[in-house]
């Protein structure tokens, strides 16, 4: 029930949906056109600006590290990567640093073994399992399969560490843990693995860039990249709190 209520919530924060909204009822009530007018093309403005998504961006995400000691098991959370039907593998997403730096920081003696997180979260199901996917996926890059943990049934943030508690508890108990999982993530996952009494480091990946481009496009002109920028930073702020008040 919490799966499907938290599908519901996160599409409903969308911004696009209020500018939709907005819009709509611009049309609807004529009485006050004016006024839903106005808010849809500013929420439109403020959505679509890079400049200020970017800043709130970086107030939020967690500022990567350097590794200097060397970890049990790297943590990879999923959401990384959908299926191609037709290829039969992972289609990568703008989330697959996660990944490529669990490879990295593996083949530099970093981490000893990749625990990836994921099943499946989609509401009606297609079979495919991510965790297992991205197992196949790092055996070709000269892992060996000894070295991968997949916990593949988490559908959540939340699934991922309570699961990935029950695995690591087992066999790596009071280990060192490296969380490896996209900067605008980072907070509410440090918060899941807190809950599920695993102490974790963070290692944020596919950070906002750090300097400040002031050129006016940048500046003036809306991307629509920006919206799903939004739409990610929202609903890890709603996540964030949620999580940190029901669990």
């Known amino acids: 029930?919490?799966?499907?209520?938290?599908k519901a919530i996160s599409f409903l924060f969308r911004p696009i949906v209020w500018i939709f909204i907005f819009l709509l009822l611009s049309l609807i009530k004529k009485e006050k056109r004016k006024k839903f007018l106005v808010l849809g093309i500013v929420s439109?403005?403020?959505?679509?600006n890079g400049f200020i998504v970017d800043e709130f961006s970086r107030l939020w995400e967690i500022p990567r590290a350097n590794i200097t000691e060397v970890y049990d098991v790297g943590i990879i959370l999923?959401?990384?990567?959908?299926?191609?039907?037709?290829?039969?593998?992972?289609?990568?997403?703008?989330?697959?640093?996660?990944?490529?730096?669990?490879?990295?920081?593996?083949?530099?003696?970093?981490?000893?073994?990749?625990?990836?997180?994921?099943?499946?979260?989609?509401?009606?199901?297609?079979?495919?399992?991510?965790?297992?996917?991205?197992?196949?996926?790092l055996i070709t890059k000269k892992i060996p399969e000894k070295d991968i943990i997949a916990e593949n049934r988490?559908?959540?943030?939340?699934?991922?560490?309570?699961?990935?508690?029950?695995?690591?508890?087992?066999?790596?108990?009071?280990?060192?843990?490296?969380?490896?999982?996209?900067?605008?993530?980072?907070?509410r996952s440090?918060?899941?693995?807190?809950k599920a009494n695993i102490e974790v480091t963070a290692f944020p990946t596919d950070c906002t860039k750090p300097y400040r481009s002031t050129s006016w496009e940048y500046i003036l002109i809306p991307r629509i990249e920006a919206l799903e920028q939004w739409q990610r930073l929202i609903h890890e702020w709603i996540g964030y709190v949620v999580y940190k008040i029901a669990f």
């Open 190 to 194: 440090q918060l899941c693995f807190n």
């Open 44 to 48: 439109f403005y403020f959505f679509c």
């Open 1 to 6: 029930m919490f799966f499907i209520v938290s």
């Open 154 to 187: 988490s559908r959540n943030t939340k699934e991922n560490a309570f699961n990935a508690a029950k695995l690591l508890n087992k066999k790596y108990r009071n280990g060192d843990f490296l969380l490896i999982t996209s900067a605008v993530h980072m907070r």
């Open 78 to 137: 999923g959401g990384l990567a959908d299926y191609d039907t037709i290829t039969k593998t992972p289609n990568f997403n703008n989330r697959a640093d996660r990944l490529l730096d669990a490879e990295r920081l593996y083949h530099k003696g970093k981490i000893k073994k990749i625990m990836i997180c994921g099943g499946n979260a989609e509401i009606f199901s297609s079979g495919y399992i991510e965790a297992d996917a991205i197992k196949k996926y």
